[in-house]
């Protein structure tokens, strides 16, 4: 690690020996933060855009329409970030019971993002004492079973020194040594439970900051801070549910993302850090916010296109903002109706274009609810709403 550039006056903490190595301690939150200027114009931003969002979402009378397409999103994309290439589709296949071929994703990589989506659900069943190192621990776990990393301590926060970016003296930077990190968690804990010092988008910030300064897990440490944001933003009610998936954000700009991290390590530049962040969030905010629009009018669109068909049909077609991909036995278990009539229904929206079957296959079939997949995959720029 470059030490020379830690040594500006001000810095967030200090260097410390680890086992020969220097490593960076983070002081506790929280630091002073001087909300004005491009800062103060960028949250006013954030906090406008977060707050429509929470609109459109306290307009559905089945959150998982909105919540499940967008935590199915954030979880490929939290996990491209950490290298895994996977897509929607391949995961919605997954969990329908479709096996990719060879050239397909492995079965590894799949599990990261099931797990992700797991974890997040859980989160949000799990929060009525609030974020706290129980449920942090918990979460870990879930994300990290049966997956790279799951010998790496799943659940317990580090027992040895880790490196980011090298090894040593080559390492683009060392976090704290493991003997403090129970310690620095604890004061982390301290922030969130008793609502931290600024507003709750700042404090959001901070908060991930600190936690992937810490690094407390051997693994796994840039999911649980990406799945941390959405948990707070329910939290500190500024959504309903998790309806912002800040990930794709990060990943379109991952370098500038590493740096301005790195930045308030070295250069206390805490106020070019929240900045970069609060465009992140007002940016993802206005973007799930344009796509839960279209969601909304397409289920308006079915909702008056089937509402004198069979209950079969008109509960499918709702149950499909879910679910865009789904079997017949899937459609038989969410209607709660005998094979047959899941079959007819699935037949007769196959028939209108509104589910198209996947596999080719005879038996086994899966089905794609094409224009609710397409609003959930559509490039940025093609948003009805932007």
Not at 63 to 84: C, N, Q, R, W
Not at 371 to 386: M, S, T
Request: proline share 5%.
């Amino acid at each position: 690690m470059d030490v020379e550039s830690f040594q500006s006056d001000g810095i967030p903490g200090e260097l410390v020996n680890s086992g020969g190595d220097l490593a960076f301690k983070p002081e506790p939150l929280p630091p002073e933060i001087s909300l004005e200027g491009e800062l103060l114009e960028v949250f006013t931003e954030a906090t406008t855009n977060v707050g429509q969002l929470s609109g459109v979402g306290r307009r559905v009378d089945n959150p998982s329409m909105l919540i499940s397409p967008f935590i199915y999103k954030e979880a490929v994309v939290s996990s491209e970030i950490e290298g895994t290439r996977v897509t929607l589709s391949d995961v919605y296949e997954y969990e329908a019971g479709q096996e990719k071929g060879q050239s397909g994703p492995s079965r590894n990589e799949l599990q990261e993002v099931h797990n992700y989506v797991q974890a997040v659900f859980q989160g949000i069943s799990k929060m009525d004492d609030g974020i706290n190192l129980d449920l942090v621990k918990t979460l870990h776990e879930t994300l990290m079973s049966g997956v790279r990393g799951e010998n790496k301590q799943p659940g317990e926060f580090r027992d040895t020194q880790v490196y980011i970016g090298g090894r040593g003296e080559d390492a683009r930077f060392v976090p704290p040594p493991p003997m403090i990190v129970p310690y620095q968690m604890e004061n982390l804990e301290t922030y969130m439970q008793t609502g931290g010092k600024y507003q709750s988008l700042i404090d959001i910030g901070l908060v991930h900051y600190q936690l992937e300064t810490i690094h407390p897990f051997r693994d796994g440490n840039g999911r649980m801070g990406r799945l941390i944001i959405m948990l707070m933003m329910c939290d500190e009610d500024l959504l309903p549910e998790p309806y912002l998936y800040p990930s794709s954000y990060f990943n379109r700009n991952r370098e500038e993302y590493t740096d301005r991290l790195l930045a308030v390590s070295r250069d206390n530049a805490w106020e070019e850090w929240l900045a970069f962040f609060l465009r992140g969030i007002s940016q993802q905010a206005q973007e799930a916010f344009c796509r839960a629009s279209e969601l909304l009018d397409l289920r308006d669109e079915y909702r008056d296109r089937y509402q004198d068909e069979a209950n079969s049909v008109s509960q499918l077609a709702m149950e499909i903002f879910t679910k865009p991909y789904i079997t017949v036995n899937e459609a038989k278990e969410m209607l709660e109706m005998t094979y047959n009539a899941a079959n007819n229904a699935v037949g007769r929206l196959e028939d209108d274009g509104v589910l198209e079957e996947t596999t080719g296959n005879k038996r086994n079939r899966v089905f794609r609810s094409r224009e609710v997949f397409n609003i959930i995959q559509k490039p940025v720029e093609e948003l009805e709403y932007w």
